[in-house]
C-alpha cells in the first residue's frame, strides 16, 4: 500500500533549475524521514538528501548549497529543488522512505542536465 510517485523531472540546460516532486501514501508521512536518491548509468545508487521527521536535513557533499529538500505534511509530499544544475546531476532520482523494517522506493523521474 506504500506508494511513491515522483514528478518534475526533465531535460535542462547547465545552470538551470528544476524541482522535482514525491506524492506519498499508505504510510504516515508525517512521522517519516523521506530521501531522495539519484543513480546514473554504470554508477551506484547515492544519497543526495534527506530529511527527518523534525525537519533536519542532510546533503550529498556534491549538491550542498545548490539543492535544497523540503517537505509538505499537508500535502504528503517531499521536494527536491535544484539550482545549478550541472551535467553530473544527470541522473534517475528516486524518492525514498523506510516503514515496518521496509526501503520502499518510487518508479524514478529522469533528470537530464545537457546543453
Known amino acids: 500500500q506504500v506508494q511513491l510517485v515522483e514528478s518534475g523531472g526533465g531535460l535542462v540546460q547547465p545552470g538551470g533549475s528544476l524541482r522535482l516532486s514525491c506524492a506519498a501514501s499508505?504510510?504516515?508521512?508525517?512521522?517519516?524521514?523521506m530521501s531522495w536518491y539519484r543513480q546514473a548509468p554504470g554508477k551506484e545508487r547515492e544519497l543526495v538528501a534527506a530529511?527527518?521527521?523534525?525537519?533536519?536535513?542532510v546533503y550529498a557533499d556534491s549538491v550542498k548549497g545548490r539543492f535544497t529538500i523540503s517537505r509538505d505534511n499537508a500535502k504528503n509530499t517531499v521536494y527536491l529543488q535544484m539550482n545549478s544544475l550541472k551535467p553530473e546531476d544527470t541522473a534517475l532520482y528516486y524518492c525514498?522512505?523506510?516503514?515496518?523494517?521496509?526501503?520502499?522506493w518510487g518508479q524514478g523521474t529522469q533528470v537530464t542536465v545537457s546543453s
Open positions: 525514498n522512505t523506510r516503514y515496518l523494517f521496509s526501503n520502499y
Open positions: 499508505g504510510f504516515p508521512f508525517s512521522s517519516a524521514a
Open positions: 530529511i527527518a521527521s523534525r525537519g533536519s536535513t
